[in-house]
């Protein structure tokens, strides 16, 4: 019983395998801290590349509704100045207004 302790004990005070100890531990934090890293700029690159199609999804709705708006009030101000044409023609005699 007392070897094998005494084997442990040696292998402990080995400077060797303490360094190996060490650069496994720091290997490992390594490689989480590697995974943790990609993780978060993989997280961070799709948050950024959902809010681009946001907003390029607002600008499309935006421009076509603006386009949409636009349209219906060119063509109501086209329609009415093409009434009051319309009614002003058929109110002259010969070129003049007909007051009657």
């Known amino acids: 019983m007392r070897s094998s302790n005494e084997n442990e004990l040696s292998s402990n005070q080995d400077p060797m395998n303490s360094q190996r100890n060490t650069e496994s531990v ?6 989480e801290s590697r995974s943790r890293e990609f993780i978060w700029k993989t997280l ?8 681009v199609v946001w907003e390029i ?3 499309v709705l935006l421009t076509e509704t603006l386009r949409h708006w636009m349209s219906n009030t060119l063509w109501f101000i086209w329609s009415c100045g093409h ?5 002003a023609e058929s109110r002259t005699v010969n070129g003049y207004l007909d007051l009657e």
């Open 83 to 87: 009434t009051m044409e319309n009614n």
């Open 26 to 31: 720091s290997n490992q934090f390594s490689v």
């Open 57 to 59: 999804c607002a600008f």
């Open 44 to 51: 961070i690159v799709a948050s950024l590349q959902i809010a």
